[in-house]
């Protein structure tokens, strides 16, 4: 049953008060008190019936339903800035990403990386490399596309720059960057006799990049082709 606006207010309150809490305890702990725990529980329930579902897509459809069930939580905590290291935000950060709610995962993820919190083991990456890998993905393939893809991609190398990551996991975002300029995805191809100027000079150098951070990024032939309408669109000067 959805909660009603007074339950929401008075659990984004309990959240917000959990984490300062427990910053003050201990700089270095982590999230404790009523309202974490709650939390908790109701993600160890979520983990258990999703572990039962077979289809990737049905997971996808189950945990965007269950996301509603952590916003007022997720709303304190972030409002809380409190940085203490938090299993149940991280778990969802991921979920947002996975049913494709990029402004919200954004969000949250610049508060985790703001405060270097770690994703749980079973992530087996850290969060600059997640954000790179799964978002760039979703790009590639489509599922994020247009102005937004553009829009979000940017936030992702915004704030994942000046963090460490796998050279591959790098290239792999300027070429998602790159290709949602041009709007290709690996299911669509564009010719790039119907690019404009500005989205040519967005494409180009990222994936000129990502070729050079990991030469099997498989671009090549599109910096080609985009080399060639740069040339049609900006005429060389004669001498």
């Not at 258990?48 to 945990?63: E, F, G, H």
């Not at 916003?71 to 809380?80: F, N």
């Not at 610049?110 to 087996?124: C, G, N, V």
């Amino acid at each position: 049953m959805p909660m009603t606006p007074a339950q929401r207010h008075r659990a984004r309150v309990m959240a917000a008060q959990a984490a300062m809490a427990a910053a003050a305890e201990s700089p270095h702990g982590e999230m404790q008190g009523g309202a974490y725990e709650l939390m908790q529980a109701q993600l160890h329930e979520h983990l258990r019936t999703l572990k039962n579902i077979q289809s990737v897509q049905l997971k996808v459809q189950a945990k965007h339903t269950m996301l509603a069930d952590y916003e007022p939580y997720l709303d304190g905590v972030l409002q809380a800035d409190a940085g203490v290291p938090d299993i149940v935000l991280s778990t969802v950060l991921v979920w947002h990403i996975d049913v494709g709610n990029w402004n919200r995962a954004l969000q949250i993820a610049a508060y985790a990386m703001r405060h270097s919190l770690p994703l749980p083991d079973k992530y087996q990456r850290d969060l600059p490399t997640l954000l790179m890998d799964e978002i760039s993905e979703a790009a590639i393939a489509g599922r994020l596309a247009g102005a937004e893809a553009l829009a979000t991609l940017a936030q992702v190398d915004m704030l994942t720059a000046e963090k460490d990551a796998p050279d591959q996991a790098r290239a792999k975002l300027y070429k998602a960057i790159g290709w949602a300029a041009m709007g290709k995805s690996s299911t669509h191809d564009v010719d790039p006799k119907t690019l404009q100027l500005d989205m040519v000079q967005i494409a180009l150098p990222r994936l000129r990049r990502a070729i050079e951070l990991h030469v099997q990024i498989g671009v090549k032939k599109d910096v080609e082709r985009l080399e060639r309408r740069l040339n049609e669109l900006q005429p060389q000067a004669p001498n």
